[in-house]
């Protein structure tokens, strides 16, 4: 009976020999397991009168009857107690249990404040966390930004020094070519004694004239010689 994941128990009176859900006697009440606080409808007269045929519950059955003070009613009745009396025990026995059922619904109150209580604080654990980690996120994405900053900045110092070097070293092999090049121009001044050289190599030319003039003067001599014998 019931839906899913709220299953309501018929409690009935049956054969022993009848299967379980099978047929059955007479619908006695019903059983609402799930229910908080449980909730257990019986019609106890009728409850009673088959106790009293000699029926015997289940365990299950025989608790439910127990709680609503029907196996105590059947008990005195089988005593021979009068109505009255066992009016007046079952009424001392429900209120005795129902100063009970406070004590554990107080108790589950308080294993439910616990629960609540432990959920919130998980619950702010977490936005901790999360602030937390929401704040080393944001820190460690400033100082990424800050090295991109500053690797930039050096970058474009290095560029600014490299092109400053860059115009130094022009700048000085400008110069240097410049003063190579002043030199150079009146080299052709300099060379200009070179061109008189062969004009002091004249006396050497003279010398090998005259020695052939040597050799014919005795020559004019010898004729003169013969001349003069003739």
């Known amino acids: 009976m019931g839906r899913k994941k709220h299953p309501i128990y018929a409690v009935v009176a049956s054969d022993t020999r009848s299967p379980r859900d099978g047929k059955y006697i007479e619908d006695l009440g019903r059983y609402y397991a799930v229910d908080e606080p449980v909730r257990v409808e019986l019609q106890e007269d009728r409850v009673l009168y ?14 439910l009857f127990s709680r609503q003070g029907l196996m105590l009613a059947a008990h005195m009745r ?22 009970k059922q406070s004590v554990k619904r107080t108790v589950a109150d308080q294993r439910r404040e616990a629960l609540e209580a432990e959920r919130k604080e998980a619950s702010k654990k977490e936005a901790e966390y999360a602030k937390a980690r929401a704040e080393a996120e944001a820190k ?37 070519a410049s003063a ?3 030199p150079a121009a009146e080299a052709p001044a300099a060379e200009a004694p ?10 050497a030319a003279e010398a ?10 005795p020559a004019a001599e010898g004729e003169a010689e013969e001349t003069k014998e003739d």
């Open 50 to 63: 088959w106790l009293e045929q000699g029926a015997q519950p289940t365990d299950t059955v025989r608790s």
């Open 78 to 99: 089988r005593k021979g107690k009068s109505e009255e009396e066992i009016q007046t025990a079952v009424q001392a026995f429900l209120a005795e249990r129902g100063s």
């Open 140 to 176: 460690a994405e400033a100082e990424a930004e800050a090295a991109r900053r500053q690797a930039a900045e050096e970058r474009l110092k290095q560029k600014e020094q490299a092109a400053a070097e860059a115009k130094a070293a022009q700048d000085a092999a400008n110069a240097e």
């Open 180 to 182: 190579t090049e002043a």
């Open 194 to 203: 070179v061109a008189e050289a062969p004009a002091a190599e004249a006396p």
């Open 208 to 217: 090998v004239a005259e020695e052939p003039a040597a050799d014919e003067a």
